[in-house]
C-alpha cells in the first residue's frame, strides 16, 4: 500500500513538473525557426565512380500520405501512437502509465513514444541516451509539434522510419517486400510491415517468418480495438498468402548492405560531422565501394558457400596502396542476417598469423634458407610447463627444412621454433607494429594464430607486405558533403614506411611458396590445388583452426581477406577447410580478370640464388629440385656457409 501511495504522489509531482517544462518549452516552440525536415534525412552514398548505390529518404522515394494505403496509416496509428491527433508531441497519460508499469516490473517493459518522437529520432546519426540528446529531442518535437500539421509529420515518419534490410521509408519497403507502390499495399501486406521497425532484426518476414506473423497479429489486433478494422477482416488478413519479395529494385545485390552498414558505422567515428541531419540537411557520402570487387567478392562466396547450411563467410577487399576497402561483405546473406562479421566478429587467425613472424625473423637474421627439423617437438619451460604442438596430420619431414618450405607446408613445429628462438615478446610487438589492435598473449601457441582478430585488421596488416612496407589507414569513406555540397569531411591520405622494403620483397616472395609445385616432398604446399587456376602470381597464406578458416593474399594492387565459420564457434568440419581458399581465389581471379599481371620489383640489394627448396642449401649439379629463392645480398647461402640449423647450433 505505501509503494501504491509513493507511486501515486511521484506521478503527480511528475506530471506537474512535465506540465511546467511542456509548457515553457510550447512557448519556445512557437518562437523557434521552422525546420527543414523533409530533405534532412536524405543520405546518399557513392561508389568510386560517382555513382549512386544508395539513397535513404530522397525526394525520388517520398510518398505523400494520399499514396500510402490507409491500412498502412492506421496500423501505424492504431500501434504506434493511437493518440497521435490529439496530443501535441508527447503522450502525458501514457508516460505516467509507462513509468507505472515499469516500476513495479523493475526494469523497462513499456514504452511511451509517439509518432512525433520517433520521427524526431530518424533525424540523428546515432542513438546516443545522452541527456544532452534527450534535450535536444524534446525541443525538436515540439518545433515540429508547431510549425507541421499532424499529417505532414505522419507523412515525414513513414518515410523515414526503418523497414528492415537497409529500406528507409514505405514506399522503399513496399517495393523491397512485396514489389508493389505503397498505395497498393493489402490489409495483411501492411500490417506486415508496420510490425518490422519495432525491431527490424527480429520482425523481418525474411529474417523470421513466425515471429512476424506474431508481430502481425497484434497490429491487426490492435487495429480492431481502434475500430479501424473488423474481427472478420483481422481473420482474412492473418489467413491471407503473403508473395514476399526480398529484392531491392535498383542493385542487384544481397550484400551490398554489409558495406553500407560499415559506411554509416564509419560516419559516427568521424568527429567533423554534426550528430543530426538538421544541421546538414542531408549528406552525400563519397566511399571507396568498388562496384567490381563487391560483386566479385558477393558472387564468391554465394557459390561456394551454397547448401552449406548455417556456415558464415565474411570478406574484405583493400585497395593496399590507399588503405582505401573497395569491397566489404560481412555474412552469406543480409536478408537473412543483418550481423557484419566483417566489422564487428573477432576469430582465430590460424597460420594467417605466421607471415607476421617470419617477417620478424627475416628482420632478425633469419633467411628464406635457415633452417629447423620438422619432428615431433615437446618444448619444455623453466616451471616444467610443456607444450607440444602438432603439425597438421601429424606430418613432419624429420629433417632440417627451410623457412621456405615451412611456409609452404605451415609447419606448427617450426614456427613455435621460431616464435620460442625469437622471444615471445618479438611476435606481439610485429603485429602491434602492423596495426592489429586485438589483445596478443606472450604466449608459445600464438604463431598458430589462437588468438582472435578482426577481418579488416587482418587485411589491413596483409595491405602493408602489398605496399612494400608502407602502412596505410584502412577507410570507407573518402569525403561527406552536406546538402549544398560543402565539405565536411575528406579522408586524407598518409603513408609510414614501417618495414624494410627488401625484407619485405623477400617474404612477398616466399608467400608464393604456398602452391609451388617445386615443394611438393614429404608433404604438399597448402594450396597447391589451387595452383591451376590461378592466372597470375600471388601472395597468399592459408589458416585453420577447429573452428575457422581463413585465407588472405595479395598482388601489388589488391589484397583479400576471406574467412568462413559458424556463429556459435561450432567445430568446422575438415570437409569445409577449402572453402575459404576457394572463395579466395574466386574472387581474386573474378575481379582481375583481364588486367595486366603486376608484381614487386626486385630491390637492388636483394639477390635471387637457385636452391634445394626443401634444405634452403645451395644447388649443385646433383640437386634434384632447384628453386630461386631471395636473399639480402650477403646472407645468400655458399658452398663455403651453411644453412642455420637449430641442431648446429652451438
Request: glycine share 6%; aromatic share 12%.
Amino acid at each position: 500500500m505505501k509503494l501504491v501511495k509513493k507511486l501515486i504522489k511521484y506521478s503527480i509531482l511528475l506530471s506537474i513538473l512535465l506540465l511546467a517544462i511542456g509548457l515553457g518549452l510550447y512557448g519556445y516552440g512557437q518562437v523557434s525557426t521552422k525546420l527543414e525536415i523533409r530533405s534532412a534525412n536524405n543520405i546518399s552514398l557513392y561508389d568510386n565512380t560517382g555513382n549512386v548505390f544508395f539513397q535513404g529518404n530522397g525526394t525520388s522515394k517520398w510518398a505523400s500520405l494520399n499514396d500510402i494505403s490507409p491500412y498502412v496509416i492506421n496500423a501505424t496509428i492504431a500501434t504506434e501512437d493511437k493518440h497521435f491527433y490529439q496530443h501535441f508531441g508527447f503522450d502525458f497519460p501514457r508516460i505516467i502509465k509507462a513509468l507505472y508499469t515499469n516500476l513495479l516490473a523493475g526494469k523497462t517493459k513499456e514504452g511511451a513514444s509517439t509518432i512525433s518522437q520517433q520521427y524526431v529520432k530518424n533525424l540523428f546519426l546515432d542513438f546516443d541516451k545522452t541527456w544532452e540528446r534527450k534535450w535536444n529531442e524534446l525541443w525538436l518535437t515540439l518545433n515540429i509539434e508547431m510549425h507541421y500539421t499532424k499529417d505532414e509529420i505522419l507523412e515525414g515518419y513513414l518515410n523515414t522510419i526503418n523497414y528492415g534490410h537497409g529500406m528507409y521509408g514505405i514506399e522503399n519497403a513496399a517495393s523491397y517486400y512485396f514489389n508493389k507502390q505503397a498505395k497498393d499495399l493489402t490489409l495483411a501486406e501492411a500490417s506486415i510491415l508496420v510490425g518490422i521497425p519495432k525491431s527490424p532484426s527480429n520482425y523481418s518476414p525474411i529474417v523470421n517468418f513466425e515471429l512476424a506473423k506474431k508481430r502481425q497479429e497484434l497490429v491487426l489486433s490492435n487495429m480492431v480495438k481502434n475500430n479501424y478494422i473488423t474481427e472478420q477482416e483481422q481473420k482474412e488478413a492473418l489467413n491471407e498468402e503473403l508473395n514476399i519479395i526480398g529484392k531491392r529494385a535498383t542493385i542487384d545485390s544481397d550484400t551490398l548492405l554489409y558495406f553500407q552498414d560499415a559506411v554509416l558505422q564509419e560516419l559516427k567515428t568521424i568527429k567533423s560531422i554534426p550528430s543530426s541531419f538538421l544541421d546538414t540537411g542531408g549528406l552525400k557520402i563519397y566511399t571507396s565501394l568498388d562496384m567490381n570487387a563487391q560483386m566479385s567478392l558477393e558472387n564468391s562466396i554465394e557459390e561456394n558457400l551454397n547448401d552449406k547450411g548455417e556456415l558464415q563467410a565474411a570478406g574484405v577487399m583493400i585497395n593496399p596502396q590507399t588503405g582505401a576497402i573497395i569491397a566489404l561483405v560481412g555474412g552469406s546473406n543480409y536478408s537473412k542476417t543483418q550481423y557484419n562479421r566483417a566489422i564487428y566478429s573477432k576469430r582465430q587467425v590460424g597460420s594467417t598469423m605466421k607471415p607476421f613472424l617470419y617477417y620478424a625473423a627475416l628482420e632478425n637474421g633469419f633467411t628464406a634458407s635457415t633452417s629447423f627439423t620438422s619432428e615431433e617437438t615437446t618444448f619444455v619451460f623453466s616451471n616444467q610447463q610443456t607444450y607440444s604442438p602438432q603439425n597438421a596430420n601429424q606430418v613432419y619431414g624429420n629433417k632440417p627444412i627451410s623457412l621456405a618450405a615451412a611456409i609452404a607446408y605451415s609447419e606448427n613445429i617450426f614456427a613455435v621454433k621460431t616464435h620460442m628462438f625469437l622471444g615471445e615478446n618479438v611476435l606481439v610487438n610485429i603485429a602491434k607494429r602492423l596495426g592489429i589492435t586485438s589483445e596478443l598473449p606472450e604466449i608459445p601457441s600464438l604463431p598458430l594464430g589462437t588468438s582472435e582478430i578482426g577481418i579488416i585488421e587482418m587485411a589491413s596488416a596483409y595491405s602493408v607486405f602489398a605496399n612494400n612496407g608502407y602502412k596505410s589507414t584502412p577507410h570507407l569513406i573518402e569525403k561527406v558533403e552536406d546538402i549544398d555540397g560543402n565539405v565536411l569531411y575528406e579522408f586524407k591520405e598518409t603513408q609510414e614506411l614501417i618495414l624494410n622494403p627488401s625484407l619485405t620483397f623477400i617474404l612477398n616472395e616466399l608467400l608464393t611458396t604456398t602452391y609451388d609445385t617445386a615443394f611438393i616432398d614429404y608433404n604438399y604446399p597448402t594450396i597447391i590445388n589451387l595452383a591451376g587456376r590461378f592466372s597470375r602470381k600471388y601472395s597468399v597464406k592459408s589458416g585453420t583452426t577447429a573452428t575457422d578458416g581463413w585465407t588472405i593474399g595479395y598482388t601489388p594492387d589488391v589484397v583479400t581477406a576471406a574467412w568462413i565459420g559458424f556463429d556459435d564457434n561450432k567445430n568446422i568440419d575438415s570437409s569445409m577447410y577449402s572453402i575459404s581458399k576457394n572463395i579466395w581465389a574466386d574472387t581474386m581471379e573474378l575481379y582481375l580478370k583481364g588486367t595486366p599481371e603486376h608484381w614487386f620489383e626486385m630491390p637492388s640489394n636483394v639477390v635471387g640464388v637457385l636452391v634445394d627448396p626443401i634444405s634452403g642449401k645451395l644447388a649443385t649439379s646433383e640437386t634434384q629440385k632447384k628453386k630461386i629463392l631471395y636473399y639480402l645480398k650477403g646472407t645468400e647461402p655458399s658452398k663455403e656457409a651453411l644453412v642455420f640449423d637449430e641442431k648446429l647450433k652451438k
